[in-house]
C-alpha cells in the first residue's frame, strides 16, 4: 500500500521545541477545516460517503465520525492544560469508537456540526491565548509523557490536513 494513501501529507514530524511564529498558521488550520470539509462534501452522494480512501480505511463517513471525536477530545485536553497544573487526559481508542453505531453510520451530518462548534469554540480559545499558555502541558498516559500545548496545536493542525487529504482522495477516486 503506498504511503501517500496512508499519509496524504506526510508523516507528523514535531521537532519542537515550537517557534510561536507557527502559531498562527496552526490556528488558521484550526480555524478552516469546518469550512474546508463542508465546501468538499457539500455534494457527495450518500454513496460516496460509503467509498475508503485506501484499502482496510475508514470511509468518508467514519474519517468525518473521528475528526468530531478525536477534535472534541483535543479541544478539552487543551481547555484541561488552561486551567489545571499538568493535568492527566483520558486516552481513547479511536478505532473502537469508528465502529460504534455513531462512529460508523454514513451519514455525517451530526458529526459536520460537531466539528463546526467545536472548532469555532477552539479557535477563539486558541486566539485568545498568550504565549505562556502555549507553553503549558498535560501528561498524556497512552504516550507516557507530558505534551506542551504548542506541541498538541501544531498537532491537530496536520491532524486537520491529514484527514482533509484522505477525503480529498475520496472526492477523487
Known amino acids: 500500500m503506498s504511503d501517500s494513501l496512508r499519509y496524504p501529507i506526510g508523516k507528523f514530524i514535531f521537532g519542537g521545541p515550537a517557534d510561536p511564529k507557527n502559531i498562527p498558521e496552526w490556528i488558521k488550520?484550526?480555524?478552516?477545516?469546518?469550512?474546508?470539509?463542508?465546501?468538499?462534501?457539500k455534494d457527495w452522494s450518500p454513496e460516496t460517503f460509503h467509498k475508503v480512501y485506501r484499502p482496510?480505511?475508514?470511509?468518508?463517513a467514519q474519517v468525518i465520525h473521528h475528526l468530531a471525536d478525536s477534535h472534541a477530545n483535543a479541544y478539552i485536553r487543551f481547555k484541561l492544560a488552561l486551567t489545571e497544573n499538568v493535568p492527566t487526559v483520558k486516552?481513547?481508542?479511536?478505532t473502537a469508537w469508528a465502529e460504534l453505531p455513531d462512529g460508523s453510520n454514513h451519514n455525517p451530518t451530526p458529526s459536520l456540526k460537531?466539528?463546526?462548534?467545536?472548532?469555532?469554540?477552539?479557535?477563539?480559545?486558541l486566539e485568545n491565548m498568550s504565549n505562556t499558555d502555549f507553553e503549558r502541558r498535560?501528561?498524556?498516559p497512552g504516550?507516557?509523557?507530558?505534551?506542551?500545548?504548542?506541541?498538541?496545536?501544531?498537532?491537530y493542525s496536520w491532524h486537520s490536513r491529514h484527514h482533509l487529504g484522505h477525503l480529498k482522495i475520496i472526492a477523487h477516486q
Request: charged residues 20%.
Open 29 to 41: 488550520d484550526i480555524q478552516q477545516l469546518p469550512k474546508q470539509i463542508n465546501e468538499l462534501v
Open 138 to 140: 498535560f501528561f498524556h
Open 91 to 94: 486516552p481513547y481508542d479511536e
Open 114 to 125: 460537531i466539528i463546526e462548534g467545536i472548532h469555532q469554540r477552539w479557535a477563539t480559545c
Open 143 to 155: 504516550l507516557n509523557q507530558e505534551l506542551q500545548l504548542t506541541q498538541n496545536l501544531a498537532l
Open 56 to 60: 482496510d480505511g475508514w470511509t468518508g
